[in-house]
């Protein structure tokens, strides 16, 4: 048997399994709660309706259960025969990163940006570059930045940011910068652009998003690994959030750095050479991508039809149909991005996704899909429809026990309600052992848990996290309820730009995006109390995070809280106790960066590019490598010239600034009136 | 601060000129020897051939040289470099599969259903008119 074969073997094993425990896990439950249901009074119409309700959510986390599960099986084993082999003087197959002799081709690396700032996304690139130097690959890699920047000052300051990089680092090749009139398809159409364009000179991609961040060892060991297997078309290096101070973004850190690994190794295990893409912090074949991953546009309008935002989980199957492989590299690090610093933002952003991963409803039934990538598609929108079906379900059982409540007589209450608490428990056992084997894998290695603060921060930090958690999740639950019916009703999210930066959240702010969230949590506690009050220590880990709503915002946004818990060892992931070189550039580069963004914020950057010779420069230079002319219409630019004659840039309107920018002899013309 | 080649009083008409075509290529971010140097050279190119700039005055016609040759990468500036390597278009090829989306199907199956629907209703209203 071939290795190929043996791996398959292999992986058609382990999805059995999963499928087996899964649906075994659901059956025994599913009896149960029927069985502690009828037994309360018999079954009633709320108890009915919410038994199928109870199969499709407890299969959603016995799912993620197996999968945690086979992860921490996995990384146990690995990790004890790694120590096996350390003590047995074996040699420890290194890390190879050399690239030479292998081929003279570059691999893109891509950086898609939307009015992002751009004095963070030039330092990220500044660190990857100062990285690759260092491991002396940066020959061997081309970046582009690919702007999609629709606001015109953002897009000249990004263009004078990219002219400050290429000048810091001394470089004339190897970092370029495009920027594209109309944002058509979004990321996904500006990657295809590059493909178009570029394409060609590269037999491999590296696509980041605007907060990436990759070190130079992995960045070269991407590309090794994809000139090894002809057939792998995506490898995808699992992200992990960094840099970010909020208490909200550190639970997600501290939650990503420990929890992270062994879902994201159950996951790999189980999908094989079929895993999935998230968009960002991966590697493609170039070529394989150009000839199968065009996505079509979906019949219908907004928000579930149209152009596809969602575009990684489509890309991801679409090469897997064709015959290639999309596996998740597990054992290498290094690879970063930072998440959202409030609830609000991650709220904004999950919007986004939710719409997205909703319009993959239209692609489940496609032909020729393989089976898993279904599953991936139904599990990309499950994330999102499980917590109208908790919220639904939620309330059925509450509308349930009350009506038992008031009409139960039978003998077997207490044996019910002991009942109901073994399912209780098991859920949540199902929830929180996870939790437990993630802290006893970091256990395993003192290294590990020093860089956690140590075992009695790591555990307080884990049980801190799993308290907020359980707070959060019924609020997330309201939000994605809410993002679900509003994609229904045909309401489409407008698309923005990320919130990247840590802006923190006010009392006011708290106040208006909450308020209606926490009467709502009130008017249940107090119907709850009415009604039944027994009910009410059942629900209570629901109603708190829900009727503190506001506070619970305000805390989350908080940087004060984050660093002072930081300050005792709180909350701690490796990249704060030992950065790893690419960070430290980074850290160097932001605050190289501090000093020109406060210039550049009192800049008006029009202004600038039509006075400045420099701005113009770089301006003029960039439209002339990247941009066909597009000359606007004579009468266009009389007006424009009789407006700026008048009353300088600022007469400008704001709607013409970015045809203007785009139409390089007009803009000429202008600046030289400026220069006389 | 750009220092200017000798004070303004000093100058003749096409000093002028020179040292303002020379200020415009150090604010462009030249050094000042290369500024002196690319200022002279299209200054001198544009005194031989007049019909470059009949129309024109001269500043204006050798600031309009020099943008465009800053621009293409002839005169070498730091920090304006080349921003996109040659293009060599190859488009992508459609998904195609996935452009046969079952929903499509769906939806030809539901317009087949109401056919049948109205094609029924029609047989039924004939039937009891009879």
Same mark, same amino acid.
């Given at each position: 048997?071939?290795?190929?074969?043996?791996?398959?073997?292999?992986?058609s094993?382990?999805?059995?399994?999963?499928?087996?425990?899964?649906?075994?896990?659901?059956?025994?439950?599913?009896?149960?709660? #029927?069985? &502690?249901?009828?037994? /309360?009074?018999?079954?009633?119409?709320?108890? %009915?309706?919410?038994?199928?309700? $109870?199969? !499709? =959510?407890?299969?959603?986390?016995?799912?993620?259960?197996?999968?945690?599960t086979?992860?921490?099986?996995?990384?146990?084993?690995?990790?004890?025969?790694?120590?096996?082999?350390?003590?047995?003087?074996?040699?420890?197959?290194?890390?190879?990163?050399?690239?030479?002799?292998?081929?003279?081709?570059?691999?893109?690396?891509?950086?898609?940006?939307?009015?992002?700032?751009?004095?963070?996304?030039? #330092?990220? &690139?500044?660190?990857? /570059?100062?990285d690759?130097?260092?491991?002396? %690959?940066?020959?061997?890699?081309? $970046?582009? !930045? =690919?702007?999609?920047?629709?606001?015109?000052?953002?897009?000249?300051?990004?263009?004078?940011?990219?002219?400050?990089?290429?000048?810091?680092?001394?470089?004339?090749?190897?970092?370029?910068?495009?920027?594209?009139p109309?944002?058509?398809?979004?990321?996904?159409?500006?990657?295809?652009?590059?493909?178009?364009?570029?394409?060609?000179?590269?037999?491999?991609?590296?696509?980041?998003?605007?907060?990436s961040?990759?070190?130079g060892?992995?960045?070269?060991?991407?590309?090794?690994?994809?000139?090894?297997?002809?057939?792998?078309? !995506? =490898?995808?290096?699992?992200?992990?959030?960094?840099?970010?101070?909020?208490?909200?973004?550190?639970?997600?850190?501290?939650?990503?750095?420990?929890?992270?690994?062994?879902?994201?190794?159950?996951?790999?295990?189980?999908?094989?050479?079929?895993?999935?893409?998230?968009?960002h912090?991966?590697?493609?074949?170039?070529?394989?991508?150009?000839?199968?991953?065009?996505?079509?546009v979906?019949?219908g309008?907004?928000?579930?039809?149209?152009?596809?935002?969602?575009?990684d989980?489509?890309?991801?199957?679409?090469?897997?149909?064709?015959?290639?492989?999309?596996?998740?590299?597990?054992?290498?690090?290094?690879?970063?991005?930072?998440?959202?610093?409030?609830?609000?933002?991650?709220?904004?952003?999950?919007?986004?996704?939710?719409?997205?991963?909703?319009?993959?409803?239209?692609?489940?039934a496609?032909?020729?899909l393989?089976?898993?990538?279904?599953?991936?598609?139904?599990?990309?929108?499950?994330?999102?429809?499980?917590?109208?079906?908790?919220?639904?379900?939620?309330?059925?059982?509450?509308?349930?026990?009350?009506?038992?409540?008031?009409?139960?007589?039978?003998?077997?209450?207490?044996?019910?309600?002991?009942?109901?608490?073994?399912?209780?428990?098991v859920?949540?056992?199902?929830?929180?052992?996870?939790?437990?084997?993630?802290?006893?894998?970091?256990?395993?290695?003192?290294?590990?848990?020093?860089?956690?603060?140590?075992?009695?921060?790591?555990?307080?930090?884990?049980?801190?996290?799993?308290?907020?958690?359980v707070?959060?999740?019924?609020?997330?639950?309201?939000?994605?309820?809410?993002?679900?019916?509003?994609?229904?009703?045909?309401?489409?999210?407008?698309?923005?730009?990320?919130?990247?930066?840590?802006?923190?959240?006010?009392?006011?702010?708290a106040?208006?995006?909450?308020?209606?969230?926490?009467?709502?949590?009130?008017?249940?506690?107090?119907?709850?109390?009415?009604?039944?009050?027994?009910?009410?220590?059942?629900?209570?880990?629901?109603?708190?995070?829900?009727?503190?709503?506001?506070?619970?915002?305000?805390?989350?946004?908080?940087?004060?809280?984050?660093?002072?818990?930081?300050?005792?060892?709180?909350?701690?992931?490796p990249?704060?106790?030992?950065?790893?070189?690419?960070?430290?550039?980074?850290?160097?580069?932001?605050?190289?960066?501090?000093?020109?963004?406060?210039?550049?914020?009192?800049?008006?950057?029009?202004?600038?590019?039509?006075?400045?010779?420099?701005?113009?420069?770089?301006?003029?230079?960039i439209q002339?490598?990247?941009?066909?002319?597009?000359?606007?219409?004579?009468?266009?630019?009389?007006a424009?010239?009789?407006?700026?004659?008048?009353?300088?840039?600022?007469?400008?309107?704001?709607?013409?600034?970015?045809?203007?920018?785009?139409?390089?002899?007009?803009?000429?013309?202008?600046?030289?009136?400026?220069?006389? | 601060?750009?220092?200017?080649?000798?004070?303004?009083?000093?100058?003749?008409g096409?000093?002028?000129?020179?040292?303002?075509?020379?200020?415009?290529?150090?604010?462009?971010?030249?050094?000042?020897?290369?500024?002196?140097?690319?200022?002279?050279?299209?200054?001198?190119?544009?005194?031989?051939?007049?019909?470059?700039?009949?129309?024109?005055?001269?500043?204006?016609?050798?600031?309009?040289?020099?943008?465009?040759?800053?621009?293409?990468?002839?005169?070498?500036?730091?920090?304006?470099?080349?921003?996109?390597?040659?293009?060599d278009?190859?488009?992508?090829?459609?998904?195609?599969?996935?452009?046969r989306?079952?929903?499509?199907?769906?939806?030809?199956?539901?317009?087949?259903?109401?056919?049948?629907?109205?094609?029924?209703?029609?047989?039924?209203?004939?039937?009891?008119?009879r």
């Open positions: 048997m071939t290795s190929q074969a043996l791996l398959a073997s292999s992986t094993r382990i999805r059995s399994l999963v499928a087996l425990m899964t649906l075994m896990l659901v059956t025994i439950a599913t009896a149960s709660f #029927a069985t &502690v249901a009828n037994n /309360l009074g018999g079954v009633n119409y709320f108890e %009915l309706a919410g038994i199928p309700l $109870f199969a !499709i =959510l407890f299969a959603w986390i016995a799912f993620s259960f197996c999968l945690a086979l992860g921490f099986v996995a990384l146990w084993r690995e990790r004890i025969e790694t120590v096996r082999r350390v003590d047995d003087a074996a040699p420890v197959e290194p890390l190879s990163i050399g690239l030479e002799g292998e081929s003279r081709e570059r691999t893109a690396v891509l950086m898609p940006i939307y009015n992002e700032s751009p004095d963070r996304v030039m #330092a990220g &690139v500044k660190a990857m /570059l100062l690759l130097r260092e491991h002396s %690959l940066q020959d061997k890699f081309d $970046f582009y !930045i =690919l702007s999609d920047t629709t606001n015109h000052g953002t897009w000249i300051r990004e263009e004078v940011a990219w002219s400050e990089l290429t000048r810091s680092l001394d470089l004339t090749d190897g970092v370029f910068y495009r920027h594209r109309h944002n058509t398809c979004r990321k996904a159409g500006n990657i295809a652009d590059f493909v178009e364009r570029w394409g060609s000179r590269h037999e491999f991609m590296i696509v980041l998003d605007a907060d961040l990759i070190s060892a992995t960045l070269g060991e991407m590309v090794r690994r994809m000139r090894q297997d002809d057939r792998l078309g !995506i =490898l995808q290096v699992p992200p992990v959030p960094i840099g970010r101070s909020s208490l909200f973004a550190r639970l997600q850190q501290f939650a990503a750095s420990v929890y992270g690994p062994i879902f994201v190794k159950g996951f790999s295990l189980w999908a094989g050479g079929e895993g999935n893409y998230w968009g912090n991966a590697i493609l074949r170039v070529e394989a991508f150009r000839m199968h991953c065009d996505l079509p979906l019949p309008k907004p928000p579930l039809g149209g152009e596809i935002l969602s575009h989980f489509i890309e991801a199957a679409l090469l897997v149909q064709a015959g290639y492989k999309v596996e998740i590299a597990t054992d290498l690090g290094d690879s970063y991005e930072e998440c959202p610093t409030t609830l609000a933002d991650y709220a904004q952003r999950d919007q986004r996704w939710c719409q997205g991963n909703l319009q993959h409803s239209k692609l489940l496609s032909e020729n393989r089976p898993l990538s279904r599953l991936h598609l139904s599990c990309g929108i499950m994330a999102y429809l499980a917590s109208p079906i908790w919220v639904l379900f939620t309330g059925l059982c509450m509308a349930g026990m009350i009506v038992d409540t008031q009409d139960f007589s039978g003998t077997s209450r207490i044996d019910s309600y002991s009942g109901a608490l073994a399912i209780f428990s859920s949540m056992v199902m929830l929180l052992l996870p939790k437990l084997w993630s802290v006893l894998l970091v256990c395993q290695s003192q290294r590990e848990m020093k860089l956690r603060g140590g075992l009695l921060m790591l555990v307080m930090s884990s049980l801190l996290e799993t308290v907020f958690s707070l959060l999740s019924p609020i997330m639950a309201i939000y994605h309820t809410r993002f679900v019916v509003a994609a229904l009703r045909g309401k489409s999210i407008r698309w923005s730009a990320q919130q990247r930066d840590e802006h923190g959240v006010t009392w006011s702010d106040l208006s995006q909450f308020v209606v969230i926490t009467l709502a949590g009130m008017l249940v506690t107090f119907l709850l109390a009415q009604f039944a009050p027994a009910l009410l220590p059942w629900f209570s880990p629901l109603l708190v995070g829900v009727v503190f709503s506001i506070p619970l915002a305000v805390a989350m946004g908080s940087r004060k809280i984050g660093l002072a818990l930081r300050s005792i060892g709180a909350l701690l992931i990249s704060e106790i030992d950065p790893p070189s690419v960070c430290q550039h980074l850290q160097r580069a932001l605050e190289d960066a501090k000093t020109t963004a406060r210039y550049s914020d009192q800049v008006d950057w029009f202004e600038d590019l039509i006075h400045n010779p420099r701005t113009f420069a770089i301006h003029a230079a002339k490598s990247t941009v066909e002319g597009a000359a606007m219409p004579i009468h266009q630019f009389k424009l010239e009789a407006a700026f004659a008048t009353g300088g840039a600022d007469n400008i309107p704001l709607e013409s600034r970015s045809a203007l920018l785009h139409d390089i002899d007009t803009l000429k013309r202008l600046h030289l009136q400026t220069q006389q | 601060m750009q220092t200017s080649l000798l004070s303004e009083s000093k100058l003749t096409e000093q002028l000129i020179a040292d303002r075509v020379y200020q415009y290529l150090v604010r462009c971010g030249l050094s000042q020897d290369q500024a002196r140097v690319e200022g002279q050279r299209v200054l001198c190119g544009l005194a031989s051939d007049s019909t470059k700039h009949d129309s024109v005055p001269l500043f204006t016609a050798a600031i309009s040289i020099l943008v465009d040759e800053i621009a293409c990468g002839r005169i070498r500036v730091a920090g304006v470099v080349r921003s996109a390597p040659p293009e278009r190859r488009e992508m090829r459609a998904a195609l599969l996935p452009r989306i079952a929903l499509l199907r769906i939806d030809a199956w539901a317009d087949a259903s109401r056919r049948v629907m109205a094609f029924a209703t029609t047989m039924f209203a004939a039937r009891l008119e």
